[in-house]
Structures are given as structure tokens and as C-alpha cells.
């Protein structure tokens, strides 16, 4: 009968989701820019997931990368410099079924944002933070960023910059309840999106660092990790990311780690040569702060006026 559930005539057809509903603005990045294969790895995982548009949101900072919202199709967030990590967590808090992707630059990041960055990581609320990493600030055309090589001319450090660059992997194993810690390269687009899936599924924070081309400013900075692989190591194993045989093969450098084994994790990019790419640490056990912050959120109104009534109460003299 008309108006019954069990008539077929008023059930909403399923919904199926496509790349194109996950597209947003034309993307503005330069010709060859790392930015764009990145942007394409996160919307197939987005569309591989069948994840709603309205329920993903993408966060982030000040720079080249951090124009990422503009160019999906769900909500998006294009903050202040260095301060992506806050905001995401704020998002977590009230909207835990929310999928949120953080884009982050090494300058964003590792600088400005370096005490948002150590306290997100402890926090291992659950989202995707991907520290796109081209080791110059591009948006202001060349300077000196946190992880530019040591020697390397730029326009605040015309003759070479003097120090040498901070590792955010080894930074980050040494950083208080990480979870999550992944490297890939943007060029070899299998790994990058098998390493953000990965990222995706782990429950907590799932922090990737991408070796990105910056073809503009830093275009010799991975040029050698391109034309030689054998400059990586790519970590394999049961736990570890996965990918086809055949894109195994063009890595002949590979080392099997247990990602539970932080002590190895730490000695594979204290090395820094060859480059890990893979799952260097993961822990799933570790607690979550979104699990703490989502108390209440169900909470009738009158429960929380007269929770509030209770608080403001101890006050009273
Ligand atoms: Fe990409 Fe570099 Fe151009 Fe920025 S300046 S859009 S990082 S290639």
C-alpha cells in the first residue's frame, strides 16, 4: 500500500559515489607538482570507502599543500598557519563520525605549527594527517623550511642553509602516544595510496609523511630517490603496507619490520640512507583522546543545563 515502508515506490535509492563527487575546484598547484597525485590517492579513497561527501572534511594550514580543501568536494577547512592540527581535533571532538584528512606542510607543520604538531600526535585522536613534505616553503617561493637539506641555496639562505634539517620521523618516534607513522613518495602512486589507506583504517592518528616534488623550488631535493630506487628501503611484512608484486619490484631495496618494534623504527631513519618508505610504527592499543572528549555528545539539553547549573554552583559564595 502507497505510504508503507514495504512499498518499493518510497525508498530512497541507494546512494553510490563516484570520483566526481569527491572533485572540488580545479587545482592550482604548478605542472609536475606532487600536490595533485595526492589529491587524487585521497579521493579514490574516499570513493573506494563510499564515504558520503558530507561526512569527510578536510583540514588544513598556510601553504602550497594547503590548498587541498578547495580542489575535494566535502567540507573543508583552510586555516591559519600551523594551526590545521587544532582545528582537526575540535572537528574530532563534536563530530566523531566524521572522516577528517589534515594537509600539512613541512613549514606549516614542523615550525609554526611544531607544539600543535607534538600534542596532536599525543591527543592519537582518529584522522588522517598528511604532512606533504617538499622541504622548501613553495608558497613564498623558496625559503628555508624546517627540512631543507643542509647546503641548499634559497632565497633566505642565498649561499646554503647553514643547519642541518630536522628528521620529522625520528622527531615523531620520539614524540609521546604516536600510533601511526608511515613515509611514501608521491611519484610512485600505488605505494602513496596504499600507505594513506592504511593510514585511513588505523584506528587513532595515522600520520604520513610524503616525500613531495616541488618542481618549482626544490626540484632537485628527491631527484635522485626518483632516478635511483634503490636509494629506498622499502619496508615490507605481514603488518606492513601491502602492494602488488609488481610494484614491490621496482623497489630492489627491501627490509622486512615488525611496525611494533619502535627501537627499529628508530634505527631505520637514523640512518637516513636509503630512505625508508613503509609502516615504520603502528600501536593501536594506545589510548585515544576523542574517546574521552566524545562523553556527553548524546546528552538531552536538559541534562547538560542542569549539568552546567551544577558546576557554575560550586562557584556560589
Ligand atoms: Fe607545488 Fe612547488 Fe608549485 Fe607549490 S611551488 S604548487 S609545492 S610545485
Avoid at 93 to 116: E, F, K, M, Q, Y
Avoid at 251 to 265: I, Q, V
Wanted: aromatic share 8%; glycine share 10%; hydrophobic share 35%.
Amino acid at each position: 500500500m502507497f505510504g508503507l515502508k514495504s512499498d518499493p515506490s518510497t525508498e530512497l535509492p541507494e546512494r553510490y559515489f563516484s570520483l566526481e563527487d569527491y572533485e572540488g575546484g580545479v587545482a592550482r598547484w604548478c605542472p609536475g607538482c606532487g600536490d595533485l597525485g595526492v589529491l587524487t590517492a585521497v579521493q579514490r579513497i574516499c570513493r573506494a570507502e563510499q564515504l558520503p561527501p558530507e561526512k569527510v572534511v578536510c583540514v588544513s594550514g598556510i601553504g602550497c599543500s594547503s590548498r587541498f580543501p578547495h580542489y575535494v568536494g566535502t567540507y573543508g577547512f583552510h586555516g591559519l598557519h600551523g594551526r590545521p592540527l587544532p582545528v582537526a581535533c575540535g572537528i574530532k571532538s563534536r563530530r566523531p563520525d566524521l572522516t577528517v584528512w589534515v594537509a600539512t606542510g613541512d613549514g606549516d607543520c614542523c615550525s609554526i605549527g611544531a607544539g600543535h604538531w607534538i600534542h596532536a600526535l599525543r591527543y592519537n585522536m582518529d584522522m588522517v594527517v598528511m604532512l606533504f613534505d617538499n622541504s622548501v616553503y613553495g608558497l613564498t617561493k623558496k625559503q628555508t623550511s624546517p627540512t631543507t637539506p643542509q647546503g641548499m641555496s634559497t632565497n633566505t639562505h642565498p649561499s646554503g642553509a647553514w643547519l642541518p634539517p630536522l628528521d620529522p620521523l625520528t622527531a615523531m618516534l620520539g614524540m609521546t602516544n604516536v600510533s601511526f607513522l608511515a613515509q611514501t613518495v608521491d611519484w610512485n602512486p600505488a605505494h602513496l595510496h596504499a600507505t594513506l589507506a592504511a593510514a585511513y583504517r588505523h584506528k587513532g592518528l595515522g600520520f604520513v609523511r610524503i616525500l613531495q616534488r616541488c618542481p618549482t623550488y626544490s626540484a632537485g631535493v628527491f631527484e635522485d630517490l626518483q632516478r635511483d630506487p634503490s636509494r629506498l628501503l622499502m619496508l615490507t611484512g605481514p603488518r606492513g603496507i601491502q602492494v602488488e608484486p609488481a610494484i614491490a619490484n621496482m623497489f630492489p631495496n627491501k627490509r622486512e619490520h615488525d611496525p611494533s618494534d619502535l627501537g627499529t623504527a628508530r634505527a631505520i631513519c637514523e640512518a637516513h640512507d636509503p630512505v625508508p618508505i613503509g609502516l615504520l610504527f603502528q600501536d593501536e592499543s594506545r589510548p585515544c583522546y576523542d574517546a574521552f572528549t566524545n562523553h556527553g555528545l548524546g546528552m538531552p539539553t536538559a541534562d547538560k543545563v542542569a549539568a552546567l547549573e551544577k558546576e557554575l554552583d560550586r562557584f556560589t559564595v
